[in-house]
């Protein structure tokens, strides 16, 4: 079961770092990503990291603002988010999964497992 933390009500231009950890599944050698959804709007791709490789991968739309990392030791990975807009509101989800494949990796119905959301707002 994954845990997604760190969501909050900030202003443009400020930062916050997100968290995903798993309970009683370790993420290691598996794919865990970030999506996001606002209002309306269908659920969109916004990083992801191989826990293994280390190789991650960015939505265009946050590329050189948010970074994801990973720390197997802690089985925690995490989305510094910064220089966010107000576009970036949304209710922002961990996903993870062990067994899907490069091309899918900003596919939302390929991850099997996922975290309960966490609101991040950017007010102007």
């Known amino acids: 079961q994954l845990q997604a933390s760190g969501g909050g009500l900030v202003q443009a231009g400020d930062s916050l770092r997100l968290s995903c950890t798993a309970n009683g599944r370790s993420l290691r050698n598996i794919y865990v990503a970030w999506f996001r959804q606002a209002p309306g709007k269908e659920r969109e791709f916004v990083a992801a990291?191989?826990?293994?490789?280390?190789?991650?991968y960015y939505d265009d739309s946050v590329k050189g603002r948010f970074t994801i990392s990973r720390d197997n030791t802690k089985n925690l990975v995490s989305l510094e988010m910064n220089s966010l807009k107000t576009e970036d509101t949304a209710v922002y989800y961990c996903a993870a999964d062990g067994r899907l494949i490069l091309s899918d990796v900003r596919n939302a119905p390929a991850y099997d497992y996922w975290g309960q959301g966490t609101q991040v707002t950017v007010s102007s």
């Open positions: 990291v191989h826990k293994n490789s280390g190789n991650k």
